[in-house]
């Protein structure tokens, strides 16, 4: 494949495909090493923006802007896997793309990802394709209950996402579900959510942070701790998971993974996002090398830094009316306050995350 080891020195461009806080947060990163970047996304005046040189607003079916774009941008990547996947292969044929689409198309579709999983030998939970209630019944027969229906797609927020107890009627939990094709899982009596995420360059070099524990609050990550609470070797376990995901998929750029930890202390992965991650925003304020230099750093081929973590943290996520806390939060011996310059604080959106440090207490 031509450019495949291209690099990008500063001065030059990056695009983004994507506006939201992600696309923001390594627009920054990138100035800060003498980057540029240029963002397409179909909202105006979207957060990423707000702090970037240029901004194409269109669809992303728009072929014309698509191809605009890459005849002015160096190399391309995407900071929300609901891209569609042509569009990224259309890019692809005109100007470097990191990471490339494969490793979208099978983040972006539950099947394929736990497939993915699988077929490296990572363990999930239990799983079955469903395609209408006969076969949701046999794959409740055969993964057990309870169980959750899932949406093979992601980005639908609200909908998809469905409960199989002992006794459920199951026909009637089709009906409820409304897609044409879903994924049963078997429901994860999990200790604990963990990710990582793993950094690749173009030369096949990577670079993790360290685990992380996330915790959820409506469907929504709330807070992440860093580092997780694990034995050493589940660590490194989790360490081994990720990485391999990035090799197997050879990925340049971030990856991050999601996993269950069990009771009896075995590792489930859960899904994974070929992007910075929310669960990373931590090592802006605690690591020497943040997860979005870190991305700018794969995506333009240059050295990875280093993911060392000086400080130990917890990352709260401010949404909706959590963004009105930021007064506090600014009179706060040691918070560290970032908003994301959105206008309108909409119930479940995020509107920035806090950062509380303390001192390294574990190697
Ligand atoms: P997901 O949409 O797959 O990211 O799931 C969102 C959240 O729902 C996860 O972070 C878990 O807290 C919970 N969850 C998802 N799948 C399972 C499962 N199989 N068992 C238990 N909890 C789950």
Redesign the pocket.
């Known amino acids: 494949m031509p450019h495949e080891d291209a690099v990008f020195p500063p001065g030059s461009i990056i695009g983004i495909l994507g506006g939201g806080q992600l696309g923001r947060m390594t627009a920054l990163a990138a100035a800060r090493l003498g980057l540029r970047c240029h963002v397409f996304c179909p909202e105006a005046d979207s957060p990423a923006a707000r702090v970037t040189d240029a901004a194409t607003v269109a669809a992303y079916d728009d072929e014309k802007a698509l191809r605009a774009f890459a005849a002015q941008v160096d190399v391309v990547t995407f900071e929300f896997e609901n891209i569609p996947a042509d569009a990224v292969r259309l890019m692809a044929d005109l100007v470097p793309v990191r990471p490339g689409a494969r490793a979208l198309e099978i983040s972006q579709d539950?099947l394929r990802e736990k497939a993915f999983f699988n077929g490296i030998g990572l363990e999930t939970?239990p799983w079955r394709e469903v395609d209408g209630p006969e076969s949701l019944s046999r794959a409740v027969a055969e993964v057990g209950a309870p169980?959750?229906l899932?949406t093979t797609r992601?980005g639908y927020d609200g909908k998809g996402?469905v409960r199989v107890d002992p006794g459920t009627d199951l026909a009637g939990a089709w009906r409820g579900f409304g897609a044409d094709v879903g994924v049963l899982?078997?429901?994860?009596?999990?200790e604990r959510?963990i990710s990582v995420i793993v950094a690749r360059g173009i030369d096949g070099a990577w670079a993790a942070f360290d685990p992380v524990e996330?915790r959820?609050a409506n469907?929504i990550l709330d807070t992440t701790t860093a580092p997780a609470v694990l034995a050493p070797s589940l660590a490194l376990q989790a360490i081994e998971a990720a990485r391999r995901s990035a090799e197997a998929l050879d990925l340049v750029g971030l990856l991050a993974v999601?996993m269950?930890v069990t009771r009896d202390h075995r590792l489930l992965i859960?899904?994974m996002a070929p992007r910075p991650h929310n669960s990373g925003h931590w090592t802006m304020d605690a690591c020497l090398t943040d997860q979005f230099e870190q991305f700018v750093r794969a995506v333009c081929g240059l050295p990875l830094g280093s993911p060392e973590r000086h400080s130990d943290a917890v990352m709260t996520n401010l949404i909706g009316d959590d963004f009105n806390l930021w007064p506090e939060i600014l009179a706060e011996p040691g918070a560290r306050l970032h908003l994301y310059g959105k206008t309108e604080a909409r119930p479940g959106r995020k509107m920035g995350h806090v950062t509380r440090l303390n001192r390294t207490t574990t190697a």
């Open positions: 539950r939970a169980a959750i899932k992601l996402q899982e078997g429901f994860v009596d999990f959510e996330n959820h469907h999601e269950f859960n899904e």
